[in-house]
């Protein structure tokens, strides 16, 4: 199997940085330190060989996101560095609301505010170089999978799934797996399956119209858990996408019979669809005690799960989404690439 990884989204190095969290100063959990460990725990345990991905441009990109989107990610830092001279992350401090005049910013305060959902995803020096990578990352693993390969795994970071058209959202600025998925559908159909633990809902926002992409999620209850404003099992698509959108939100406290029932469920779905190829959002961060989940899977669990996918028999797309609890990222990866490659 062939990895995809780039050293650049080291760039994003958001190890230093505190955002606010329910009125306290916290650490960011989304780091480097954790694509490493997953990295070395795919390397060491002999799953497949790591390579650089190739530079496939921004068209691809600029199919899922909006152009002012983009410039704004591109120029945030340094409009930033212009306006305040000095070197700190980019946070939003005001959020538009729904019954204001939508008005597209021209300075960097209504910018911040204007294209990201909430306080979560902070912009560096580095951020739009390592997120640009992270989707070739994306990109790469689809253009192989067109080449007749079984499955490859994408080690994007920074994640992608939260990120919509328009804006940044949960650590994510670049949505890796619906940019992936909009190259696949050049070739055949597609369907997206994300486990983690986080609904995918900038991938919902994306292909909510598109009957041409079945879209399946499993993740916590959105009434208790981020973004709170997605997720709900009544969400099904919208106009000619009505039908391929499939919410499976869980209880707090899920442990995996309950949760491989669930998944059964969208596995249903998905063969029903038959589609070509599978992208699935890997979200690590269904294991118990990660600092940003809630169900209570544990490490040996992720091969049961990787096994139920793998049944499909679809060309697969494995796309690094969330994680958190660094020292149980390489047993639990290592676990799920067991299951999924039968070893």
Request: glycine fraction near 8%; hydrophobic fraction near 40%.
């Amino acid at each position: 199997m062939q990895i995809i990884n780039s050293d650049k989204h080291r760039l994003h190095d958001t190890s230093q940085v505190t955002l606010w969290s329910f009125g306290k100063a916290v650490s960011i959990e989304e780091v480097p330190a954790r694509a490493e460990i997953i990295r070395n725990a795919l390397v060491d345990g002999g799953y497949g060989q790591v390579r650089e991905p190739d530079d496939l441009g921004l068209q691809s990109i600029a199919e899922v996101h909006q152009s002012d989107y983009i410039d704004y990610l591109m120029t945030a830092y340094a409009q930033s560095m212009d306006a305040f001279g000095n070197r700190s992350a980019v946070f939003p401090e005001v959020f538009p609301i729904l019954h204001t005049p939508m008005r597209k910013p021209d300075h960097i305060l209504s910018s911040k505010g204007f294209y990201s959902l909430d306080t979560y995803s902070p912009i560096l020096e580095g951020t739009w170089e390592a997120a640009y990578w992270s989707a070739q990352c994306a990109l790469t693993a689809a253009e192989l999978l067109t080449k007749k390969e079984k499955e490859v795994f994408a080690l994007c970071r920074p994640p992608g799934h939260h990120a919509g058209s328009g804006y940044c959202a949960g650590f994510c600025y670049l949505n890796n797996a619906a940019i992936a998925a909009r190259r696949l559908q050049k070739s055949g159909k597609v369907a997206i399956l994300d486990v983690d633990y986080h609904v995918a809902n900038g991938t919902q926002e994306i292909f909510y119209h598109d009957p041409d992409v079945l879209v399946c999620s499993i993740h916590g209850d959105p009434k208790v858990t981020f973004p709170y404003y997605w997720g709900y099992a009544d969400e099904f698509g919208e106009g000619a996408g009505k039908g391929s959108h499939w919410n499976f939100p869980l209880a707090v406290g899920t442990g995996i019979e309950q949760y491989l029932q669930t998944l059964n469920q969208a596995l249903s779905k998905i063969e029903g669809f038959n589609p070509d190829y599978l992208v699935l959002s890997l979200g690590l961060d269904i294991v118990a005690g990660d600092p940003v989940g809630g169900f209570l899977l544990q490490p040996v669990d992720f091969s049961r799960v990787a096994a139920a996918i793998a049944r499909l028999k679809i060309p697969t797309l494995l796309l690094q989404e969330g994680g958190y609890l660094e020292n149980t990222l390489a047993e639990c990866i290592t676990s799920f690439m067991n299951g999924f490659l039968k070893k």
